[in-house]
């Protein structure tokens, strides 16, 4: 079933997988030692994810940019050798069934997330942020990806610019903005996605941040800013209350709302569905359920 | 870790594992298909668990009486296979520096005014342990009893080998009680004579200080409880038991947040903070409660804050906040 993702959005839905990430730590293994240190356990992540019903799964490279690495273990060296592995991981667990998806991370300053190189207003960060980037689509071109995929970007500024890094490959581009209802540079989400359509961007859509009930309204108004498919992947864990931005002591999200979730974006028109942080392959297996394309049955 | 498992209660704390079949159904596989299909994704599961710190791994027998196993499927025709196969794979990640425990739990069979149930309940076990003593487990542990009776009978078919027993039992929370508990939270009752209480009652009305003396004088080596409650709704009962017999005391909470309504569906409960478990594995510590592990709910996460508490984590791996 290996085939180009745009082909497959153009059929109908293509089901992702969940957190990565968070799954890994849930096991007890953390990122991106993991991919170094116990590639068999993250095998075995990407393999559950497969049989649950996944059919494009996303390499655990989120954090394996030069910077990343750096500062967790002085690995900055290594990024060509921690992201081919974690790529090559991914494409081990399905066979080559599944398509793999290299992710790129935002890099900018007050991100939770970034490095903290991408300054709106500073030219030279712009420089180091698109280094950073070239460098490590090139050993996703390398590993072969079948869709590159620049994630959880506040910024619109800054998802741009990764999508012009990205846009001189010729794999298929899937941005995806971090779930938020406005940027933190004041884009809407019909605006990115009409931005970002606009230079290029094959696949658009909204990730993490919300879980599926606060995701909505922005991923509709997605929807219908553009024509080329839509994106979502919530979050697992329930991000309204409190305590929720902890791991593990929010209220998880059920996979029956998971599963009902799948079926509504189905019916909207969203075709790549997937989950976030917080989801398991247990989610992944109820929204595949739902969709009737559960891999592997498991009672 | 010493071979002994008696020996090493004896000397301090010994660490068990978490819900291993729980952990095997949030990742997609369902028991016993998964002891028998996917070996490779059980072996793991108890590897993290052994990473993690883990000394004790409790083999997936829990439900592999031919009984239960029927009705689970149909797989009663592969029992000795399962529980075979169970404790071989337990043992192939715990290696020499873990122990591998045959669990037995209840059958479904059992009916406390009935003869007969009681008479096929016991010939299910009696078949099911010889099978785990033979596959080579190093010790026994009954599981998932709410029913003092039903534990006792377990208990006799398990001392019927010379392995070391764990006898445990589940005090379930009803809806009252989860309500009252939410205010009374973890403060220890007292009686008149100073000794702690709890009011928790098994299905058959005994406490859990009648429990302890019971299983203890039927022979059981090791005593405690297991699931059903999380930390601070358990620790009221092994206390009482604590103080209630002089054997080593098993305390193995569940990681769900079983004080909240709606919790037994799987991974959409509240869950239970990783600095929880360490809490209370070091607070059982210090009251002399040496067997220390997890229930369902429990991952490799929950397991590994634990160790790294009572300072047994085997593989350090630093959890950053994030």
Known sequence: MKDNILEMLKQGVVLGDGGMIIEARWRGYDTPDVIVEHPEVLRQIHKDFFRAGSQALQALTWWTSRTQLDRRHRWGDRLGEITRAAIRLAREA???EALVGG???????GSWTGPYIFSPDNAGSRDRACAEWDEHIAAMVEADVDILIPETFGRLDEARLCLSRCKKTDIPTMVLMGGMNRMSDGASPAECARTLVGEGADIVGLVCGHDPV?????????????????????AGHRRSGPNTGVLREAMIVSGKEMAEFALKAKAEGIHYIGACCGAGPEHIRAMAQALGCERYPVT | MAK???ESLKQGVVLGDGGTEEEARIRGYGTPRVILEFPEVLQLVHQDYF???????RALTKGATRAQLKQRGGWDSRMEEVNRAAVKVARQAAGDKGLVAGCVGPTGLFKADDKGSISRAQGEWEEQVAVLVSAGADLLVCESFDRLDEARLALTCCKKTSLPTVATVDFPLGVEEIRDLRWRQSVDRVDPAGIPTSEARTRDEASPAECARTLVDDG????????AREPQDMWPVVREMREGVEVPIAFFPGGYRTSRPGWETIREAMLIYGIEMALYALQAKVHGIHCIGGCDGAGPELVRS?????GCERVHIELRPR
Not at chain 1, 103 to 109: F, I, K, R, V
Not at chain 2, 51 to 57: K, L, N, T
């Open chain 2, 220 to 227: 059981a080596d090791v005593v405690g409880s297991s699931g």
């Open chain 1, 103 to 109: 992710c790129l991370n935002q890099t900018a300053s």
């Open chain 2, 51 to 57: 990473r993690a710190g883990s000394q004790v791994f």
């Open chain 1, 94 to 96: 399905s066979g080559g």
């Open chain 2, 4 to 6: 002994d498992f008696l």
């Open chain 1, 214 to 234: 606060g995701v909505w309204p922005a991923v509709l108004e997605m929807r219908q800013a553009v024509d080329v498919p839509i994106a979502c992947q919530p």
């Open chain 2, 306 to 310: 634990m160790a790294q508490a009572l």
